[in-house]
């Protein structure tokens, strides 16, 4: 069974500039999360799906985040414009559904996405 | 009073003892409990999850929850360097949220 897949692994940009990250889940896993990981700390959720649903983004900078499920499937997460603050790694795992249902809270990650912002 | 605590460490133990990592949370409703390992610079990886009181084993790992102390540990026993990495706890409140503590370093030392 294919894993979660990210792309691209590295990225280096200009503050003000934009960037996109993209995922494509395990299939058949409804849920999909983007976390933000800065180096020395834990994940932080960025923005959960629920098929094609958004049902937690309250930590997700709006002003300049957007994430997008359109289908269901893969999913998408811009920075316009970023910040020297935004580097880190973003993750995206999914799981099979991620409400109730203890197995199915299971979160599994994909490769991540390391950011450096000059 | 952060939702997941774990201590930083880092945690530094003899090769072949046995490691003992630490998280406690403050939901009361929380249901389900991970262990995720992350090697340095790279994501993380499930390798245990626990969801009654007790204790679970899995190969060398042992992951113990006392939901009433609001407690969960993760023991590592015969600990190997490849064992060396960060072990993030993540709790899932019910619904829809898991949250992930800041993680403890862990080394073991040949």
């Known amino acids: 069974e294919a894993g979660v897949a990210q792309s691209p692994r590295y990225k280096i940009i200009e503050k003000r500039q934009s960037v996109a990250f993209w995922c494509n889940p395990i299939?058949?896993?409804?849920?999909l999360y983007w976390y933000q990981q800065i180096l020395g700390q834990g994940p932080k959720l960025l923005i959960q799906?629920?098929?094609?649903?958004?049902?937690?983004d309250s930590q997700l900078p709006k002003d300049r985040f957007s994430a997008e499920r359109l289908k269901g499937v893969d999913s998408t997460l811009k920075i316009q414009p970023a910040k020297l603050e935004d580097s880190a790694v973003y993750l995206c795992?999914?799981?099979?559904?991620?409400?109730?249902?203890?197995?199915?809270?299971?979160?599994?990650f994909g490769p991540g996405t390391r950011l450096t912002v000059l | 009073q952060k939702e997941v605590e774990q201590n930083s460490g880092p945690l530094s133990v003899p090769e072949g003892a046995i490691a003992s990592l630490n998280c406690t949370y403050s939901?009361?409703?929380?249901?389900?409990f991970f262990w995720y390992r992350q090697y340095s610079g790279k994501s993380p990886e499930l390798i245990m999850s626990?969801?009654?009181?007790g204790d679970k084993e899995d190969g060398r790992f042992t992951a113990q929850l006392n939901k009433a102390s609001q407690y969960v540990s993760l023991l590592i026993r015969d600990s190997q360097p490849s064992d060396s990495a960060t072990y993030l706890c993540?709790?899932?409140?019910?619904?829809?949220?898991?949250?992930f503590g800041a993680g403890t370093r862990l080394f073991v030392k040949a």
């Open positions: 939901d009361r409703v929380s249901q389900s």
């Open positions: 626990i969801y009654s009181n």
């Open positions: 799906f629920q098929n094609n649903g958004v049902v937690d």
């Open positions: 795992a999914s799981s099979i559904i991620g409400t109730s249902g203890r197995e199915n809270n299971e979160q599994f």
């Open positions: 299939s058949g896993h409804a849920t």
């Open positions: 993540a709790v899932n409140t019910g619904g829809f949220k898991t949250i």
